[in-house]
């Protein structure tokens, strides 16, 4: 009996042994396969990007036909664009077709190179009349509810006003919405969002301080008709700063935004401290709210 359990033994522990055997050639057979498919894999990768750097781009459209889409530089985050096209310098622009908001771009655009080439101040600055021949195109953005998109206007005095003129593509104010030239003044009570943004020229600071930094502030306020003598509380703010000598040419944009519970009656103000430093082209700066 012995004999016969020792024999049984043997012939369990062979089996043990061929099993762990196949065992470790299936691990193995896995794990070489694994790294083919990686190396393949990886393979068919630096294939896909040395061939997107060498074939031929798609030229697009005749440049000629592109007179109603909007094209600007190909850059790394360029996104969602409906096409490329090469130009003469090798370089590429990507494209978005004919749509509201291209056309839109495009006027403001050529309004900015007309405003720099013919204009001092901005005071004296009219848009053209063409531009009132696209500004029924955006009926989804002007019809908008408790609303509105307002420009920027510098009085005589250098004090800013805001407001909703025809003549600027954007600009729009629905008819419960209230604008007095510094403020806006909402009627129905809700949530809205209130955006403001302000570009500066801190180049136009004054040369004789041109060792002391100076700091600036654009900030919304908010106040209330019924209640004129608790004045404007600031919503929010930033704040800038620099040296006159150390300033270039370049334009510094602020921007604001935010969600304001507002009730009937409350009114909002988008201030810039020093009104003569702001870049006076009316598109680039704007105040405007819409209800939640």
């Known amino acids: ?43 068919t990768l630096l294939g896909l990007h040395v061939y997107s750097q060498v074939r031929p781009s798609d030229p697009g459209p005749d440049p000629d036909s592109l007179s109603d889409d909007l094209c600007v530089p190909c850059q790394e985050e ?10 003469d310098t090798n370089k590429f622009l990507c494209c978005y077709n004919n749509t509201d908001i291209q056309r839109a771009v495009k006027i403001i655009l050529k309004e900015e190179r007309r405003y ?9 600055y009219i848009p ?8 029924d195109q955006l009926t989804w953005w002007k019809s908008r509810p408790s609303a509105a998109h307002l420009h920027l206007d510098i009085t005589e005095n250098n004090n800013i006003e805001w407001k909703a003129n025809p003549d600027f593509v954007t600009s729009f ?14 009627s129905e009570r809700g949530m ?46 930033r704040k800038y700063g620099g040296i006159p000598a150390q300033e270039t040419d370049r334009l510094y944009t602020s921007f604001l935004c935010g969600a304001l519970f ?30 939640l």
Not at 78 to 87: G, I, N
């Open 173 to 186: 104010k629905s008819d419960d919405i209230k604008v007095n030239g510094t403020n806006i003044e909402v």
């Open 78 to 87: 360029t996104a969602l664009f409906d096409y490329k096209v090469r130009t």
């Open 128 to 135: 053209l009349n063409g531009v009132d021949e696209d500004t």
């Open 1 to 43: 009996m012995a004999a016969e359990n020792e024999y049984t033994d043997m012939l369990n522990l062979g089996d043990t042994e061929d099993r762990s055997k196949n065992s470790d050639k299936t691990w193995k057979r896995a794990f070489i396969t694994t790294l083919v498919l990686n190396f393949l894999a990886l393979v």
């Open 192 to 237: 809205y969002f209130i955006y403001s943004t302000i570009s500066v020229e801190f180049s136009k600071m004054d040369e004789g301080q041109s060792s002391k930094g100076q700091t600036f502030y654009h900030n919304i306020q908010k106040g209330n008709i019924n209640l004129p003598n608790t004045g404007q509380h600031i919503q929010m703010m």
């Open 116 to 124: 720099n080439t013919e204009f001092d101040d901005g005071k004296n």
């Open 262 to 291: 507002l009730k009937k009656g409350d009114t909002l103000a988008s201030e810039f401290v020093e009104p003569p430093l702001i870049y006076k082209f009316p598109y680039a700066n704007y105040f405007g709210i819409f209800k």
